[in-house]
């Protein structure tokens, strides 16, 4: 998953590759919880802000961070 598609799934709840793949397109139509479209409720720069956490706890840069 590259930034692209990060904010294709963010946006729309579902990305290019996904939608265009009938196996992807299956599972996702079969799947209780589906992953909510946020585009219509978030302004760019939340969404922004989404892709920049999803990327931070990816990194897992969070695990070196002490907590009280």
Not at 4 to 28: H, K
Not at 29 to 45: I, N, R, V
């Amino acid at each position: 998953l590259d930034e692209t598609e990060l904010r294709q799934w963010l946006n729309d709840g579902i990305t290019e590759r996904f939608r265009d793949n009938i196996a992807a397109r299956a599972t996702i139509a079969g799947q209780a919880l589906k992953m909510p479209a946020y585009g219509e409720f978030l302004d760019e720069g939340e969404i922004d802000s989404l892709v920049a956490l999803v990327e931070w706890l990816n990194s897992e840069d969070w695990k070196q961070m002490r907590f009280p």
